[in-house]
C-alpha cells in the first residue's frame, strides 16, 4: 500500500492510474466540516465506483470475513513524492501560460493547500494563497468553495485580477472577478465550453450538465452552437453520461467540472488552471468573459414534512404544466424529492425574480397540500 500523504481527491485518481494500482481510497469530508469525514474508493484507473458496487459493498458490510493477519497484512510504504507527478500531469495539460495573472486562491484549509499554489506559480501567475494552514480540524471552516466572502475580500483589497476557491478535498472550485461578483460552475463551464468549441475541441459540441444547471447556461450554450445534455444531479451521473457518449466536458453548478481528456473525475486545480488560462490567453477580463451567460433568478423552496413519494400526484403534475405554459422558454421548473429527508424542493426560474417567487410560492402550496 502506498501512503500519498495530504493531496487532492482528483490527484488520487491520478495516481490510482498512473501507478497502476488496483484501488485508490481517499479519506474527505468533500466541502463539510472535518467531523464529516468519510471514505472515497476509486476504482482501478481511477474512477468513482459505481452505484451498483457501491450498493453490493454496503451490502457485504455485516457478512462475516476472516482479517489477514501477520504478513498477510501487508506492508506500508509512504510515496509523499507523488505529488509532483500530478502536479506536472496538470501543467501538461495546458496550452498557454500565465504569465502576468495576479490570482488569490483559497484552499479552505484543505488538501490543496500545498500542490495549489506550488502548479500556479509554475504556470507562471502570482499567487497569494488564503486558508492555505491547516491544522486537521479547520477544513473548510470559513474558508473555500462555500464561504466566499473572504476571498472576495481580499481580491478587492489586493487590487487582484481573480479569485478561485477550491473545497476541502479540491474536486471542485468557483471563482470570483476582480470586483468580488461570484462566477459559479454555470458561468466556468460555459466559459470553457466556448473556449473549446472555438479550438474545435470540444467533442461532438456538446457540453453535459445536471437539471440544476442554471436555463441561463443552456441558453447561452445554444446561442453558441453547443448543445446541453442533462442528467439527474451530481458528478458520477455526469462523468457516466459523458463516457458512455464520447463528451470529454461536463458539470455541476457547484463547480465539479469535469475535462474527461484530462481527469477521471471532478479536478478542482486543473479546472482552476484552464479557467485561468482562457483569461490570459484571451486577454479578456473574467467578468467580461463570464457575460457569455446571464443567469434567470432562480428560486429555490424546500418544502418540509411531506411525503416525497407524492412528488408526482397528479394535482401536483396539473400545476407543474400550468406553470411551464406560463413560463414558456424564459423560465422553468424542478420538482426534486430528497434523498434523505421528508422534504421535497421546488425550483423555478423566471425573466424576473418576482415571477419566479411567485410561481414557487404557488407550487409549494400545492405540495404541502396534495403531499401529505
Known amino acids: 500500500m502506498l501512503r500519498l500523504g495530504v493531496l487532492p481527491t482528483p490527484a488520487v485518481a491520478h495516481l490510482t492510474a498512473a501507478l497502476g494500482a488496483d484501488l485508490g481510497v481517499m479519506l474527505s469530508a468533500s466541502h463539510n466540516p472535518a467531523p464529516d469525514n468519510g471514505i472515497k474508493f476509486l476504482a482501478r484507473g481511477g474512477f468513482k465506483l459505481s452505484d451498483a458496487v457501491e450498493d453490493e459493498i454496503e451490502r457485504r458490510l455485516g457478512e462475516e470475513w476472516s482479517f489477514p493477519v501477520g504478513s498477510g497484512v501487508g506492508r506500508v510504504r509512504d510515496a509523499y513524492g507523488e505529488a509532483d507527478r500530478y502536479i506536472s500531469h496538470v501543467l501538461t495539460t495546458m496550452t498557454s501560460p500565465l504569465d502576468g495573472l495576479n490570482v488569490v486562491i483559497d484552499c479552505a484549509h484543505g488538501a490543496a493547500h500545498m500542490v495549489a499554489p506550488e502548479a500556479l506559480v509554475r504556470a507562471g501567475a502570482r499567487v497569494e494563497a488564503i486558508g492555505a494552514r491547516p491544522d486537521g480540524l479547520n477544513i473548510n471552516r470559513g474558508h473555500g468553495s462555500t464561504h466566499l466572502d473572504k476571498l472576495q475580500q481580499v481580491v478587492i483589497s489586493r487590487g487582484a485580477d481573480l479569485g478561485v476557491a ?115 490567453k484571451s486577454g479578456v477580463p473574467l467578468r467580461e468573459l463570464a457575460a457569455v451567460m446571464t443567469p434567470l433568478p432562480q428560486i429555490l423552496i424546500n418544502v418540509k414534512d411531506v411525503d416525497k413519494g407524492k412528488a408526482s400526484v397528479p394535482e401536483l403534475v396539473a400545476a407543474v404544466a400550468e406553470a411551464e405554459a406560463e413560463l414558456g422558454e424564459t423560465g422553468r421548473v ?39
Open 166 to 280: 477550491y473545497d476541502g478535498d479540491a474536486d471542485r472550485c468557483l471563482a470570483v472577478d476582480h470586483t468580488g461578483a461570484i462566477v459559479d460552475g454555470d458561468h466556468i463551464m460555459a466559459i470553457l465550453a466556448a473556449a473549446m468549441h472555438g479550438e474545435g475541441l470540444l467533442a461532438k459540441d456538446t457540453v453535459v450538465a445536471t437539471v440544476m444547471s442554471n436555463l441561463g447556461f443552456k441558453l447561452a450554450m445554444r446561442d453558441a452552437g453547443i448543445t446541453v445534455v442533462e442528467t439527474a444531479v451530481g458528478d458520477r451521473y455526469v462523468l457516466e453520461r459523458m463516457k458512455s457518449d464520447g463528451f470529454n466536458l461536463g458539470g455541476e453548478q457547484s463547480g465539479h467540472v469535469i475535462m474527461l481528456d484530462h481527469a477521471t473525475t471532478g479536478d478542482g486545480l486543473l479546472t482552476s488552471l484552464h479557467l485561468l488560462g482562457v483569461v490570459a
Open 334 to 372: 424542478l420538482i426534486r424529492p430528497s434523498g434523505t429527508e421528508p422534504m421535497i424542493r421546488v425550483m423555478v426560474e423566471a425573466a424576473s425574480e418576482e415571477h419566479a417567487t411567485r410561481v414557487a410560492g404557488r407550487l409549494a402550496d400545492v405540495v404541502r397540500t396534495a403531499c401529505v
